[in-house]
């Protein structure tokens, strides 16, 4: 199993009412596909599809009981060889009693039948006049081999104890039958097709998979179903946590491959807890050889930010709302007679001057209240200067500026500094004298200062130290760079004129700390020569804290999701240079101002994000080393 994925797969097999010969082929033929042609590890077939799941009141009937269990045998035989857990719906019966059941099968054996408990559920079939719900366990008579029968089994691969699978049935679906202990699980569905009932399906199985904090698998029954009174079309949905990984649509493709995380998956329910006891349930161990290549999911380039025009637009809107409204309170709070900030012309300081802006419209505050200091020195350019001046005029705050440059020359002198050495004393000397200014006309204005770093900044500790890392409140601490851009251009493609102009003139101003001399007034420094692409180093940071991927799966993956844009020694490269500064720089973060959550990914120390100033990266580095 690579990297903690399974190769998974629910398909809709061709079927022929009642005629179990042509069924068994059928289905013999998918699994050879799905096996030896795509590598599946588990592969899930709709309910009753041995026999059909239109079949009425045939059910009853020796003939058609008795070829299921022949065609059973041979679909277990012709697994002998194969490594996969296979999931076959048939009908049973035991002491008198029908069982609409999923035949669980692994290298040639039937492990167990699993029973339905929802008898006429969401499937529509008039079950309750045929099947029955399973009190207890029992066994089941299979060709001389005692199989168990029942409802409270969990099947668990020898060779990674992270793949757990439960079984439902159709409407189970909705009762959420499975066990809890189940990280991955199966159900086989015959639901046919109306208006809405493939998206309802599919919201369905999305919810299970969210609150359960699982992998879910459904195969739905299509072609080759009775349709007396009903269509059936197929429907197949696998979903990972509440999030679709892939899906087939009525009277579509049959065969739905995909990988699910079940590392991911482990690491979710270790952080979130389970309810699971080994005592709830009975576990049988199978076999798996993950005998796949690559994996086939797609993984977002920009995992923060939307990928629908859309929701990208309103998901900006609220962003900039949730940091407005923590802005809000906290100027209410402390009394505040202003908000100050330095602003710089590039991203961050332009999204956090338009967050205080709407906080002082939501307090009915004065603009003049907002303080905008631009504050040039050695590396400034005319450009980002102008837009300082230009966006602070166009928005009416309050816009002061303050050239640092003669303090900044004499503290190097002070210090027996090098005006000509441009090391990282030079840097960090304006940007603390930039923040002592801040701090200072806070005081003078009964004031906050709003801090502008991003979350990509605290990631990597690109900051200065009691510089720029210090603030009264640090309104984008959550949002990482390849999102901040968003949001600013959401909020210039709303507005018109000159304010427009000049956030899209921002927009389009590479990302720089301007601490070095200008080269003939244009940036001479930019960020992204320095520390990596923020593309790379927000992907690396979402899949790193968020997913709890390993250094070795990260590089896997990202060297897949960004292929053809940098070389694999590229994204090594930047991939090291985050997990050094990601443990080295911890320390800032422990002792970062207040600021708001806005997503799923926080470093805030009081929050969700604990780890010691001092711990060591040698493992996550020996991993890179390694490769």
């Given at each position: ?20 010969q042509?069924?068994t ?62 999931f ?26 699993i ?27 299979f ?21 757990t ?13 499975a ?12 639901t ?15 919810s ?46 049959k ?26 349930v ?30 990208l ?161 640090a ?47 244009a ?5 992204e ?16 804290v ?8 990260l ?37 970062a ?5 806005v997503?799923?990914v ?15 990266c ?10």
């Amino acid at each position: 199993m690579k990297f903690g994925y399974a190769k998974v797969c629910a398909v809709t097999p061709e079927v022929k009412v009642a005629d179990v010969q042509f069924n068994t082929s059928s289905i013999i033929d998918c699994i050879d596909k799905a096996y030896n042609e795509n590598g599946a590890e588990i592969i899930v077939f709709p309910e009753l599809c041995l026999t059909g799941a239109t079949c009425g009141d045939l059910f009853f009937t020796d003939v058609l009981q008795e070829a299921a269990l022949l065609g059973l045998k041979e679909i277990a035989k012709n697994t002998l060889n194969k490594k996969a857990l296979i999931f076959v719906g048939l009908p049973l019966r035991k002491n008198n009693k029908l069982y609409n059941v999923a035949a669980v099968i692994n290298e040639g054996k039937v492990l167990s039948y699993i029973t339905k408990t929802a008898i006429g559920g969401v499937s529509d079939l008039g079950e309750n006049r045929y099947f029955s719900s399973l009190e207890s366990n029992l066994t089941f008579d299979f060709f001389g081999q005692e199989i168990p029968l029942g409802k409270n089994f969990i099947f668990t691969c020898k060779d990674n104890q992270n793949l757990t699978v439960g079984v439902e049935i159709g409407g189970d679906l909705l009762q959420w039958t499975a066990p809890s202990g189940a990280n991955l699980i199966v159900n086989l569905c015959a639901t046919p097709i109306t208006v809405g009932k493939s998206e309802l399906l599919q919201e369905n199985v999305l919810s299970r998979s969210r609150f359960s904090k699982c992998g879910y698998i459904l195969s739905n029954a299509g072609e080759g179903e009775s349709t007396s009174e009903m269509v059936f079309g197929g429907c197949n949905v696998v979903c990972e946590n509440g999030k679709l990984l892939n899906s087939t649509k009525p009277f579509g493709e049959k065969y739905c491959y995909t990988e699910i995380d079940l590392s991911f998956i482990a690491s979710e329910r270790t952080k979130g807890g389970d309810n699971y006891t080994d005592s709830q349930v009975q576990s049988i161990d199978f076999t798996c050889d993950g005998n796949w290549g690559d994996i086939t999911r797609v993984y977002e380039k920009t995992p923060f930010v939307p990928t629908e025009e859309k929701m990208l637009g309103e998901r900006a809107e609220l962003i900039l709302s949730i940091q407005a409204e923590g802005l809000k309170k906290r100027v209410a709070h402390a009394h505040s007679g202003s908000v100050v900030l330095g602003l710089s012309g590039g991203l961050d300081s332009t999204l956090a001057i338009l967050v205080a802006v709407t906080a002082m419209k939501k307090l009915n505050r004065p603009l003049k209240d907002v303080i905008a200091l631009t504050m040039p020195c050695f590396g400034t350019t005319s450009r980002t200067f102008q837009n300082t001046i230009k966006l602070g005029k166009a928005l009416g705050v309050t816009l002061k500026k303050v050239d640092i440059g003669k303090a900044v020359t004499r503290h190097l002198k002070d210090i027996n500094h090098p005006l000509d050495l441009f090391d990282v004393t030079f840097e960090n000397a304006q940007a603390r004298e930039r923040t002592q200014v801040l701090m200072d006309v806070a005081n003078m204005s009964n004031g906050l200062v709003i801090g502008t770093g991003d979350l990509s900044e605290v990631a990597l500790g690109w900051s200065t130290y009691n510089g720029d890392h210090m603030s009264m409140y640090a309104v984008n601490n959550s949002i990482p760079k390849t999102l901040v851009r968003h949001v600013v251009e959401a909020y210039a493609n709303k507005s018109k004129g000159k304010l427009k102009a000049v956030l899209m003139d921002i927009l389009d101003t590479p990302v720089s700390p301007e601490l070095l001399p200008a080269e003939n007034d244009a940036i001479s420094q930019k960020t992204e020569d320095i520390v990596g692409p923020y593309i790379l180093h927000d992907f690396f940071l979402f899949n790193m804290v968020r997913r709890g991927f390993s250094p070795e799966k990260l590089y896997y993956v990202a060297c897949k999701t960004f292929e053809g844009d940098f070389k694999k020694e590229t994204i090594l490269k930047w991939l090291k240079i985050f997990v050094k500064r990601f443990f080295i720089q911890q320390f800032k973060r422990s002792c970062a101002p207040d600021g708001i959550k806005v997503g799923s990914v926080g470093l805030s120390a009081r929050g969700e994000w604990k780890m010691p100033s001092d711990a060591v990266c040698k493992l996550w580095l020996d991993q890179l080393e390694n490769l």
